[in-house]
């Protein structure tokens, strides 16, 4: 079997979980931030390189309650002090893409020290982790990153300054929870990519409902328009 060298995830579905198995959306968030270490696991082990994950949209962060914003950053930092272990022990390098502008100081002050430690040689796995992420505002600031660098505005050069710069599209995206759409997450890097809509709510998404849609992405045949 070939596997993909970047697979993508909206992890989707959390709050309708916790409702659904405790009454409790936030019981949601924090069985969705569980759900995360299995699919780490089998990524590293299968040799995929890169993983990006959808934690929170910038529309989230706008637009949701102040009690479940303030339940997901309590989550965020308990998960990121815990796992720096694991991180460096599995050579993981953890970078985050997202505006940091407005988030919490302890927040940003996370995400500052995890990016500037972030390194792409000797690893198992590229994670990368989209918080307070738009897609859109990602494409206006490479535009406006390659206009202050005296650069014509081509696809190399509009690729290069995305966030997701250094790391390949990905070949397989995968939405969780039963939508059927994007939600401003990788709209350029998305060209190409196979797109999987499940209806698994996300804390319920095994790795065997990943292998499986690893094992179809395998009969595809990608044309890139050819
Ligand atoms: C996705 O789960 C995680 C975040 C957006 C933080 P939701 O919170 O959107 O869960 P549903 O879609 O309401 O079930
Ligand atoms: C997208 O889910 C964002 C994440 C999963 C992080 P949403 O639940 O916010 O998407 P919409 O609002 O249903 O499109
Ligand atoms: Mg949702």
Same mark, same amino acid.
């Given at each position: 079997? /070939? ?6 995830? /909206?992890?989707?579905?959390?709050? #309708? ?131 202050? &660098? ?24 995968? #939405?969780?929870?039963?939508?059927? #759409? ?6 350029? &890097? ?25 094992? &179809? ?10």
């Amino acid at each position: 079997m /070939i596997h993909p060298n970047h697979v993508a995830i /909206i992890m989707d579905g959390n709050g #309708r979980w916790g409702i659904k198995n405790f009454n409790n959306r936030a019981k949601g968030h924090e069985y969705g931030v569980k759900n995360i270490k299995p699919i780490i696991e089998f990524c590293i082990s299968n040799k995929i390189k890169n993983l990006t994950l959808y934690a929170l949209s910038k529309d989230n962060f706008l637009k949701r309650k102040k009690k479940e914003l303030k339940n997901i950053f309590y989550l965020f930092e308990k998960y990121f002090n815990k796992q720096k272990t694991f991180f460096e022990k599995k050579k993981i390098n953890l970078f985050f893409i997202g505006e940091n502008t407005g988030l919490p100081n302890n927040i940003k002050k996370i995400m500052s020290s995890i990016n500037k430690k972030s390194d792409i040689k000797n690893i198992n796995l590229n994670l990368c982790i989209a918080f307070n992420y738009s897609s859109k505002l990602e494409i206006i600031k490479s535009f406006k990153k390659t206009l202050s &660098q005296n650069k014509s505005f081509n696809t190399k050069n509009i690729q290069k300054n995305l966030f997701t710069g250094k790391i390949n599209d990905p070949e397989i995206i995968i #939405r969780t929870g039963g939508m059927n #759409r994007l939600s401003d997450f990788l709209l350029w &890097q998305s060209a190409y990519s196979e797109i999987y809509f499940v209806k698994t709510l996300w804390p319920d998404f095994t790795v065997r409902k990943l292998k499986n849609i690893l094992t &179809q992405f395998n009969t595809i045949k990608r044309n890139f328009g050819a």
